[in-house]
């Protein structure tokens, strides 16, 4: 048995020697396409697989085709099908993991994303590299949950913060980057500031299909360990009267779960809405009347709109025994109930004006740097490193 396992471990370690030889020897070859020249207006752009349109680097297309300020998009998919198929004005698509991929990132001036770009390449000190992230830390991340590749992270030309704790806790602690950070609130969450938030919120509306009259609540767990969901731990039609009793009028319940599960849950068979396929999820937050979630960072992205935010923490005890929480849920703001009869509950004796003031008081206390204006401070960021739109460009 003894002479088993020691060939187990003598094979594990010869793997992650290969593993480390194959991304040394990309990183030697992707050095090839240095030859080429930094493209001053191309912006490579990835959002988590690139399968979905949306995030921070939507909302930067967004702001770049409202200002007319005419730069060359380009997004970069795992999924070389949806390179194919995948449709947005203004926007290229290219499978990362392709020469065509490489030579895209290589030759972009800026690159903006919101997971750690490949590790596998070299990238050019003179290239813009901007970490969005994908949300406030409510849960623990970086090297709390793991083992991280601070070269990935140092590559990073300049991190997006939205919250001084983010900034101390996540950026500095957790990832221990040393680099620039943009202190500026995150991109996608400037719709919820803009005048633009009512006229999503119709547009969303008839998307769905849903009356304009009714209102809506949107659940939005994240996912667990295991990857596993049931539509049983959440009572939609309970949850439907509880509102209509303390907000009135009629309500839809959407859920939208994170891709990771989303095809294990089928919400319509509860009496509720799914719009998991919905690609911009900040635009449902502008429909949103009400959230219900759990220890999803788009809580904090939501109570920027003052709206009621609920935790249905059905799991607190195991999550946080698998989870680390950088802030306590006893320290959220949001009334927090674990069983359907409990939320019913918090529903019922909600106080607005408490809440509003409980909501503001965190948002203070941990530096929140949301205001509306972080596409405008990315722009103005990457044309102060030396990019330039389409017209100005050398």
Same mark, same amino acid.
């Given at each position: 048995?003894?002479?088993?396992?020691?060939?187990?471990?003598?094979?594990?370690?010869?793997?992650?020697?290969?593993?480390?030889?194959?991304?040394?020897?990309?990183?030697?070859?992707?050095?090839?396409?240095?030859?080429?020249?930094?493209?001053?207006?191309?912006?490579?752009?990835?959002?988590?697989?690139?399968?979905?349109?949306?995030?921070?680097?939507?909302?930067?297309?967004?702001?770049?085709?409202?200002?007319?300020?005419?730069?060359?998009?380009?997004?970069?998919?795992?999924?070389?099908?949806?390179?194919?198929?995948?449709?947005?004005?203004?926007?290229?698509?290219?499978?990362?993991?392709?020469?065509?991929?490489?030579?895209?990132?290589?030759?972009?001036?800026?690159?903006?994303?919101?997971?750690?770009?490949?590790?596998?390449?070299?990238?050019?000190?003179?290239?813009?590299?901007?970490?969005?992230?994908?949300?406030?830390?409510?849960?623990?991340?970086?090297?709390?949950?793991?083992?991280?590749?601070?070269?990935?992270?140092?590559?990073?030309?300049?991190?997006?913060?939205?919250?001084?704790?983010?900034?101390?806790?996540?950026?500095?602690?957790?990832?221990?980057?040393?680099?620039?950070?943009?202190?500026?609130?995150?991109?996608?969450?400037?719709?919820?500031?803009?005048?633009?938030?009512?006229?999503?919120?119709?547009?969303?509306?008839?998307?769905?299909?849903?009356?304009?009259?009714?209102?809506?609540?949107?659940?939005?767990?994240?996912?667990?360990?295991?990857?596993?969901?049931?539509?049983?731990?959440?009572?939609?039609?309970?949850?439907?009267?509880?509102?209509?009793?303390?907000?009135?009028?009629? /309500? %839809?319940?959407? *859920?939208?779960?994170? $891709?990771?599960?989303?095809?294990? +849950?089928?919400? =319509? !068979?509860?009496?509720?809405?799914?719009?998991?396929?919905?690609?911009?999820?900040?635009?449902?937050?502008?429909?949103?009347?009400?959230?219900?979630?759990?220890?999803?960072?788009?809580? /904090? %992205?939501?109570? *920027?709109?003052?709206? $009621?935010?609920?935790?249905?923490? +059905?799991?607190? =005890? !195991?999550?946080?025994?698998?989870?680390?929480?950088?802030?306590?849920?006893?320290?959220?703001?949001?009334?927090?109930?674990?069983?359907?009869?409990?939320?019913?509950?918090?529903?019922?004796?909600?106080?607005?004006?408490?809440?509003?003031?409980?909501?503001?008081?965190?948002?203070?206390?941990?530096?929140?740097?949301?205001?509306?204006?972080?596409?405008?401070?990315?722009?103005?960021?990457?044309?102060?490193?030396?990019?330039?739109?389409?017209?100005?460009?050398?």
């Amino acid at each position: 048995m003894r002479c088993y396992w020691e060939k187990v471990m003598c094979y594990m370690k010869i793997k992650e020697l290969v593993k480390d030889f194959s991304k040394e020897l990309a990183r030697l070859s992707s050095r090839l396409f240095w030859v080429f020249k930094l493209d001053k207006s191309k912006v490579f752009l990835m959002n988590f697989d690139g399968t979905i349109i949306g995030h921070d680097a939507k909302a930067i297309v967004d702001y770049c085709h409202d200002k007319g300020i005419d730069m060359d998009f380009v997004w970069g998919t795992k999924d070389k099908e949806y390179a194919k198929t995948m449709k947005y004005d203004g926007v290229r698509f290219v499978p990362v993991d392709s020469l065509r991929g490489w030579y895209e990132m290589l030759t972009a001036k800026t690159l903006l994303y919101n997971i750690n770009p490949p590790s596998y390449l070299s990238f050019r000190k003179d290239q813009i590299l901007i970490n969005t992230w994908h949300g406030f830390i409510f849960k623990a991340v970086g090297k709390y949950i793991g083992k991280i590749d601070r070269r990935q992270f140092n590559t990073t030309t300049c991190f997006i913060s939205d919250a001084a704790f983010f900034t101390s806790k996540a950026i500095r602690d957790a990832f221990e980057y040393e680099g620039e950070v943009l202190e500026c609130g995150t991109p996608r969450t400037d719709i919820l500031f803009s005048d633009k938030r009512d006229s999503c919120a119709v547009m969303v509306k008839k998307k769905l299909g849903v009356s304009s009259e009714k209102k809506l609540a949107l659940y939005a767990p994240t996912f667990r360990d295991d990857f596993e969901y049931s539509e049983s731990y959440l009572d939609v039609m309970r949850l439907r009267q509880s509102l209509s009793a303390r907000f009135g009028g009629e /309500w %839809e319940v959407l *859920l939208k779960v994170h $891709p990771m599960i989303a095809k294990k +849950y089928s919400s =319509e !068979e509860n009496g509720g809405i799914d719009v998991s396929w919905y690609e911009d999820t900040q635009e449902l937050l502008c429909a949103s009347d009400v959230m219900v979630t759990d220890y999803s960072s788009i809580s /904090w %992205e939501f109570a *920027l709109l003052k709206r $009621p935010v609920f935790i249905y923490a +059905y799991d607190a =005890e !195991e999550y946080e025994a698998s989870r680390t929480l950088f802030v306590p849920m006893e320290q959220w703001p949001f009334p927090i109930a674990v069983s359907n009869a409990e939320l019913e509950k918090r529903v019922a004796e909600f106080d607005e004006g408490a809440y509003v003031r409980r909501v503001e008081a965190f948002q203070k206390e941990k530096g929140c740097f949301d205001c509306g204006r972080a596409c405008q401070t990315v722009i103005r960021y990457i044309f102060s490193k030396g990019a330039k739109p389409l017209r100005d460009a050398e």
